[in-house]
């Protein structure tokens, strides 16, 4: 996940290490963020809809339990295509490889639509400490980052903690290199990730910096655990700003450098990148459907973004929300389900750097977006199913949370799901704009920001039985309100 909108930063959103073969026992996943512990009301009466919807949904969680298809799926998408940053050759295959996979689930109305992207290109990179000693240091460019000169620059590093250090500096910016040191806070049951808090220092930090006549910016990564791993993301000069080279660091490195520099003698470092931009490339979003059998016009969506960072796999970010959106779907369509209204999967082309594929598809679709009964987006890696984030004019907030609540209910069996009112989905943002619901599924939190844009991000971090709970999570929503008898 990534950039533009400061909320579309907030999307990606975390759990705990893989344990490999998935046991088939129903247990209830206890993640944690609050309220995970109380117990949902055992004994209130059961709401129509699960009177209604409570055999479906069973079948769904068995059949999605049943099946490690979600976890073979991102297998072929992360070791057979591996990252897949927009403009790159990869994107490309991961496109053919969901248009192919959809087609072969023998979904309707299976389609490329064409969206044109950015294409950035990261280049050679390496950097050093030149003293007070030397060392490499690890780094990864923003994405959107402008490049060095080919022998790279040097000079003297000025450390900051946050704007307001930043700002005051004033004149001694001029020439420097500026590091934002700000760890990003781990995660809170309470609050959550730290990653809305941390993430203006990398995605609008360099433009400020370059304001005041900064030559470079590095920023501590935005991680909660690293082994000298940067984790990048998308960086944005505001217009008429020059555009300077800026790069994560690894937290370790950004700790180190702000040692020496409290020792008082200069630090001086080197930095060569070769980013550059070129020009727009196409790509495409990747749609399929379940057409409803009343009222076809009538669409649910399911979305996640089938590009990725150029570092890792994309695994948890977002290969785990694509594979759960097109298992949701096939699961559906293997039990003989057929809704009243239409499911949707949209694979979102560019959402790390761009949002080209949401904007895209927010345009071509325009006449359409009314009957958009309900969009979600799984963008949050394949964690233990955590929640649902409703994001609706305030009019109608209670009526939706109340619908999806009842029909969290449905899903005890994977864990009891939170339903908050919070940002849904960063490709959601053109929809919801237009009064669309937009439902974020939410997994636990606590291990996201490890992996994220990150080399580390990896099939291997991911747990087949969770994924498929989450697979069983979106399908069960996606099918009780593409189905029931009043739209939501
Ligand atoms: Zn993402």
């Not at 780094?139 to 704007?163: A, H, M, N, W």
């Not at 759960?324 to 999967?345: F, H, K, Y």
């Not at 209670?398 to 994977?414: D, F, R, S």
């Not at 704009?433 to 990896?458: C, I, L, N, W």
Request: charged residues 25%; glycine residues 10%.
């Amino acid at each position: 996940m990534f950039l533009a909108a400061l909320s579309a930063i907030l999307g990606c959103g975390s759990t705990p290490p893989p344990c490999r073969e998935a046991p088939s026992a129903p247990t209830v996943i206890v993640a944690s963020r609050a309220k995970r512990s109380e117990p949902v009301a055992a004994s209130a009466p059961a709401s129509p809809i699960e009177e209604r919807y409570g055999l479906d949904a069973r079948r769904i969680i068995e059949a999605a339990r049943a099946r490690s298809t979600a976890f073979e799926r991102l297998r072929e998408l992360t070791d057979g295509v591996g990252h897949r940053l927009s403009g790159s050759p990869a994107l490309d295959r991961a496109v053919e490889w969901a248009d192919k996979s959809l087609k072969a689930d023998g979904h309707d109305n299976v389609r490329r639509e064409k969206v044109m992207v950015p294409h950035w290109e990261r280049g050679a990179e390496s950097a050093e400490i030149v003293s007070p000693v030397r060392r490499p240091i690890a780094i990864l460019g923003l994405g959107g980052s402008e490049g060095t000169p080919k022998r790279g620059i040097e000079g003297d590093v000025l450390v900051v903690r946050s704007f307001d250090e930043l700002e005051k500096a004033g004149e001694q910016v001029k020439g420097k290199i500026v590091l934002y040191d700000v760890p990003m806070r781990p995660y809170d049951e309470e609050k959550g990730s730290g990653y809305g808090e941390a993430v203006p220092f990398r995605s609008s930090g360099p433009s400020r910096a370059s304001k005041l006549g900064a030559k470079a910016v590095l920023v501590r990564s935005l991680a909660t655990a690293s082994l000298r791993t940067p984790h990048t993301g998308a960086t944005r000069f505001e217009d008429g700003v020059k555009k300077i080279p800026a790069a994560a660091v690894s937290t370790e490195e950004a700790a180190l450098i702000a040692r020496l520099a409290e020792g008082g003698a200069p630090v001086r470092l080197r930095l060569a990148m070769g980013a550059r931009q070129l020009p727009d490339a196409p790509s495409a979003n990747v749609i399929a459907e379940i057409v409803g059998r009343e009222k076809p016009d009538e669409i649910v969506l399911i979305g996640a973004h089938l590009d990725s960072w150029d570092v890792g796999q994309g695994a948890h970010d977002d290969g785990a929300g694509c594979v759960m959106v097109m298992q949701a779907l096939t699961t559906i369509r293997s039990l003989g389900l057929r809704p009243r209204r239409t499911i949707r999967v949209v694979l979102f082309t560019n959402e790390e750097n761009g949002l080209a594929g949401a904007k895209a598809y927010a345009a071509d679709h325009a006449a359409e977006i009314p009957r958009h009964v309900l969009g979600l987006e799984a963008d949050s890696g394949g964690f233990a199913p955590f929640g649902f984030n409703v994001e609706v004019p305030k009019e109608r907030e209670a009526a939706v949370q109340a619908t999806v609540t009842q029909i969290a209910k449905l899903l005890e069996p994977v864990g009891a799901l939170k339903v908050t009112a919070e940002h849904s989905g960063a490709d959601l943002i053109p929809l919801v704009k237009q009064g669309m619901p937009g439902v974020g599924y939410v997994t636990a939190g606590e291990r996201y920001f490890d992996y994220h844009h990150s080399e580390a991000d990896t099939l291997d971090k991911v747990d087949p039985k969770m994924l498929a709970d989450g697979v069983a999570a979106i399908a069960v929503l996606a099918y009780v309100v593409a189905d029931l008898e009043e739209r939501l």
